[in-house]
């Protein structure tokens, strides 16, 4: 009996052994096993791959026809008229020389107010802030203040010089020598005297045909320097100077083409005074866009920081890179990489960062 008993005892136990380790494998396995893909935890992404594309940051925008009654041109000094540069049709422009008085230049201007009066160092007024204005507009490095100082002064004085006036006075601005224009450019209906004519002060030197002056974009905070732009106006296209304006003759007559623009130039020669403009006179809308499209990077939000105004940096590869923010659409930053930089990626995390010196 002792002989039976022995190997199914033995059988037991190596039943029990073999259970044993399968389960010790088991656990093993369970305790080292990787879990799948799909269960694994997610990390997130530490870079951004950047997106290259051409970019015209097109935007739609109110516009705004301004018209002039007629009007004339005047002489403030009387004199014999030496010089005449006037011509029925043909265009005055702000900054320009229509007519000289006793040999001496008069330097057309388009100012708001008109100056009525001389102007020494140290005086001031909203006057003064116009021809300053207007000044700066033609590219003179003069500031707005209101109060006459020696760059308001120094650049009248430029201004006479380049017109021929070998006399021009650098301590005083001669309103009389001044000839006002209602925008910055004019176009000549007829002209009233010739030259070896004398004329009285305030006498016409010629008469000027009312109508469009100019096309404004009214968002003022848009900024249109720095680069050159184009408004299209029910598909009429033209270009757009540094204020936001269309005030070029020859690009006022291409959108004469434009419904929209018959129609608000109609309701605007109707009053003839730009400030009815705030009551709907004059106003429609139109499309603004770079005339060159630039190649910009469509970057995460996230990656871009250190940033001041316009200016900021991201990250690339361990380096900070300078970039200017172009625009955003969409979850997407436009930056304009600075040096011609043109990283592959970003860095989004906030980690690892470098300065943005």
């Known amino acids: 009996m002792t002989a039976r008993v022995l190997p199914r005892f033995a059988v037991i136990a190596v039943l029990v052994v073999a259970v044993f380790a399968s389960g010790a494998t088991a656990t093993w396995l369970w305790l080292n096993e990787e879990p799948p893909s799909s269960l694994a935890e997610s990390r997130p992404a530490a ?9 015209s940051d097109s935007r739609t925008v109110a516009l705004r026809v301004e ?3 007629d009007s004339r041109l005047e002489s403030g000094v009387a004199g014999r008229v030496t010089h005449s540069a006037c011509t029925p049709g ?5 900054g320009s020389t229509p007519a000289s008085v006793d040999g001496r230049p008069l330097v057309a201007l388009a100012t708001d107010p008109p100056l009525w009066r001389d102007l020494r160092s140290g005086d001031e007024g909203d006057d003064v ?10 590219g003179y490095a003069t500031k707005a203040d209101g109060k006459v ?15 021929g006036d070998r006399t021009a006075d650098s301590t005083i601005v001669e309103a009389g020598r001044i000839v006002w224009l209602a925008s910055v450019s004019v176009a000549i209906a007829s ?4 030259a070896g004519a004398r004329v009285d002060a305030g006498a016409a030197l010629a008469s000027i045909a009312g109508g469009t002056t100019r096309v404004s974009v009214t968002d003022t905070s848009a900024d249109f320097s ?3 732009w184009t408004l299209t106006v029910d598909s009429v296209a033209v270009p757009l100077d540094a204020t936001g304006d269309v005030s070029d003759p020859l690009a006022l007559a291409e959108l004469a083409a434009a419904p929209s623009f018959v129609r608000a130039a109609a309701r605007s020669n109707a009053t003839a005074d730009t400030a009815d403009a705030e009551n709907g006179a004059g106003a429609f809308r139109g499309t603004v866009a770079l005339a060159e499209p630039i190649k910009v990077g469509a970057v995460p939000p996230s990656s871009v920081y250190s940033i001041t105004g316009a200016e900021g940096c991201v990250a690339s590869e361990g380096e900070a890179l300078h970039v200017t923010i172009v625009g955003s659409q969409l979850g997407q930053t436009f930056v304009l990489f600075q040096e011609g930089r043109r990283p592959a990626t970003v860095r989004i995390s906030d980690s690892e960062r470098p300065l943005c010196s």
């Open 149 to 163: 100082g020696a760059r308001t002064l120094s650049a009248v004085a430029d201004l006479f010089k380049r017109a």
């Open 67 to 69: 018209s002039v009654p």
């Open 191 to 194: 002209c009233d005297v010739k």
């Open 47 to 55: 870079d951004a791959r950047v997106n290259y594309r051409e970019f």
């Open 129 to 138: 802030t116009g021809l300053q204005k207007e000044l700066a507009r033609l």
């Open 226 to 228: 720095g680069a050159k």
């Open 90 to 94: 043909s265009v005055i422009v702000s």
